[in-house]
């Protein structure tokens, strides 16, 4: 069933197409680890420190996230406890 206009999706059927999607990727991974050849090729120094900037720019993006998803948690748990709060000063 194709559903056009709005967001009439509900929170079980949104879980399910996550987990359905999760489960896809995984699956692909797998099957990329499985099919793997060495690859008789030359990698010069440039490659590690291409290697080196994508993992530290992965890391630097992941705490980016982490620390913005824990603070508007707290943010809410501060102003569910007290019921007010400026919400235009911490932005």
Known sequence: MIRTGGSST???ES???RAKSVRF???ITVLLCL???PAY???DPGS???ALQILSST???IVYLLRKRVRDFLLRLHWGK???GNRDRNE
Do not use: E, T
Request: hydrophobic residues 50%; positive net charge; proline residues 0%.
């Open 82 to 84: 007290s019921g007010k």
């Open 59 to 61: 890391a630097a993006g």
């Open 41 to 43: 090729a030359y990698a």
């Open 10 to 12: 509900s929170k079980g």
């Open 25 to 27: 990727a995984i699956g």
């Open 35 to 37: 099919l793997v050849r």
């Open 48 to 50: 590690g420190i291409l």
């Open 15 to 17: 879980m399910y197409f």
